[in-house]
């Protein structure tokens, strides 16, 4: 079985999957032109490390999931200035009573915190880094996998081109690896 072909049943089999398919180069080149521009609700810069990472692996399956599916293994987003200095964090599930107990946070939202000891020395910035897939590691000849969330506009694009619904529910995550076979 090919490497693509069995990362996709791992993925299908996984709780929360609703569907799984691979992205071919045309749609992946729609969705880092949507990246481009991409900013906050407050019009910070956003930076989809993640998904630069992704698409230049040999193979991009885009995972339609909803909210049964595992959280991340890591956060997905941090807030940094210019000088890389973590400002802020993703809070993932379970980790709440940790930083409750921390003097140097605010909550922003219920799933993000601000670092109230780190000053920024320049203009802070959001960057979603590439994530962790552990399901897909075991396949063999599977190399240098990551996860990543889209931003809102190369949802769209995702949404638009394989004319999925946009139902809120429903959220996308892109996974990319390379492999030998």
């Not at 000053?119 to 990543?148: D, H, N």
Request: hydrophobic share 40%.
């Amino acid at each position: 079985m090919a490497a693509i072909d069995e990362a996709l049943e791992i993925i299908k089999r996984m709780k929360g999957t609703q569907i799984a398919f691979p992205l071919n180069k045309k749609d992946i080149g729609e969705i880092l032109e949507a990246e481009k521009n991409v900013k906050s609700q407050m019009g910070q810069k956003v930076f989809n490390l993640g998904l630069e990472e992704a698409t230049k692996r040999d193979h991009v399956i885009c995972i339609v999931k909803d909210v049964t599916f595992r959280p991340p293994p890591e956060p997905t987003v941090f807030m940094l200035d210019e000088e890389g200095t973590i400002l802020g964090t993703e809070v993932l599930p379970g980790e709440h009573q940790k930083y409750e107990t921390m003097e140097n946070v605010m909550f922003l939202c219920q799933d993000f915190v601000v670092f109230t000891d780190k000053k920024q020395k320049t203009r802070e910035y959001w960057m979603m880094p590439p994530v962790s897939f552990p399901e897909l590691t075991t396949i063999a000849g599977v190399t240098e996998v990551v996860s990543c969330s889209p931003s809102p506009p190369s949802d769209i694009v995702i949404k638009s081109n394989y004319k999925l619904v946009d139902d809120p529910k429903l959220a996308t995550i892109l996974v990319g690896f390379n492999s030998s076979k």
